[in-house]
Each structure stands twice: as C-alpha cells, then as structure tokens.
Nanobody, 126 residues
Framework: DVQLVESGGGSVQAGGSLRLSCAVS?????????????MAWFRQSPGREREAVAT??????TVYADDVKGRFTISKDGAKTLALQMNNLKSEDTAVYYC?????????????????WGQGTQVTVS
C-alpha cells in the first residue's frame, strides 16, 4: 500500500511562486521509492478533467504539459518526497493539485492509470 500526502498549496498573485510537496509512505514504498515508481503531479480545475502536469520516471526522465514547460519543475526532495516548484504562476494554473504514483514506467502508467493518489492541495492564483 502507498499513501501520498500533498502540502504547500495556497493563494498567490500572478507571477508568484509556490512549491508543492508530496510525502510518500506505506508498506509499498520500503526501500527506494523513486527507483521503482512513476511519480506525477496532476491538477483539476472546476469544470475541467484532471490533467497531467508533470511526470518523473524511475530513471529520472521528466515530462511536462506544454503550458507549464519552463515554469514548473518536478523533482525528488529526499528519499520519499516529491516536489513541484511552480514559478511565474498564472491565473489559469488555479486548480487542485494531486500527487500520483504507481509502479512501472511513466509511459505505461499514464496510459493505464495511476493506482495511488493523494487528497489534493488547492492552488489559487489571482
């Protein structure tokens, strides 16, 4: 089993920055979580489907949605924390942000769906 807990959301003015964190725990994460799992950040705003923002593969490869490239950075922050640094935030970045994880390569996991999700953290940009 894997538990994911996001933190770091809040309200910020356009052009500002926020750093989201996702703490990973559970019996399924003993050892080196990031060497086995695809980790990702998703977001969902009212009236829209949940969309992938960024993924981090076990081999370190990252993929970003087009509208966040150059502004957001997904990274490991220690052995069991996933981070999302968000700079130059725009009003359209307003959403609930979710951390997700699953075993395997991101190219496969994204297609099949993630098994583990956090509860989400609200980001509001005005």
């Amino acid at each position: 089993d894997v538990q994911l807990v996001e933190s770091g959301g809040g309200s910020v003015q356009a052009g500002g920055s926020l750093r989201l964190s996702c703490a990973v725990s559970g019996s399924g994460t003993s050892g080196y979580t990031f060497t086995r799992y695809c980790m990702a950040w998703f977001r969902q705003s009212p009236g829209r489907e949940r969309e992938a923002v960024a993924t981090l593969d076990a081999d370190g490869d990252t993929v970003y949605a087009d509208d966040v490239k150059g502004r957001f950075t997904i990274s490991k922050d220690g052995a069991k924390t996933l981070a999302l640094q968000m700079n130059n935030l725009k009003s359209e970045d307003t959403a609930v942000y979710y951390c997700a994880a699953d075993l395997g390569q991101c190219g496969v996991v994204v297609r099949l769906g993630f098994d583990y999700w956090g509860q989400g953290t609200q980001v509001t940009v005005s």
